[in-house]
């Protein structure tokens, strides 16, 4: 998928901002996304411009336009770790996610961003597994 068609696709789920005299706008997702809002749609929750800092080099909603790489599936991530830190490594996680996140992140339904398998890393290490941490799967996209 493009940029254009993946902006389009997430145009509906993500915040969209139509400050136009942002000068973040040109490499921000949610001013890009707002661009394919069509005269279709009547009502739009979008970015609050009176917000403080919105609109300005110090937005707190800026989300740069860059593609990062997502781990997808945990199902084989213990395998070659011995039982006592998986179990303490899988209670500390879903501690961390909640079981219901856990469980997705497991299942592969919801994609691991860069910052989470840092946490998941951390865990790892806390618990004295220093090995490669293995995911199922790999994908890029931006960081919705």
């Known amino acids: 998928m493009n940029k254009e068609e993946s902006l389009r696709a997430q145009a509906a789920h993500n915040l969209p901002c139509f400050i136009h005299e942002c000068p973040l706008h040109e490499t921000c997702l949610h001013w890009m996304t707002g661009q394919y809002y069509g005269s279709d749609v009547h009502v739009v929750t979008s970015v609050n411009p009176f917000y403080p800092h919105v609109g300005s080099l110090q937005c707190t909603l800026y989300q740069k336009d860059e593609v990062v790489t997502y781990a997808v599936g945990i199902k084989h991530i213990f395998d070659a770790i011995p039982y006592p830190i998986a179990r303490v490594v899988k209670k500390r996680l ?30 790892f290490h806390e618990e004295g597994w220093d090995g490669e941490i293995r995911y199922d799967d790999w994908k890029e996209d931006y960081q919705w």
């Open 94 to 123: 879903i501690a961390l996610f909640s079981r219901k996140r856990f469980y997705e992140y497991r299942n592969g339904t919801r994609p691991i961003p860069p910052q989470e398998q840092q946490q998941i890393a951390r865990v």
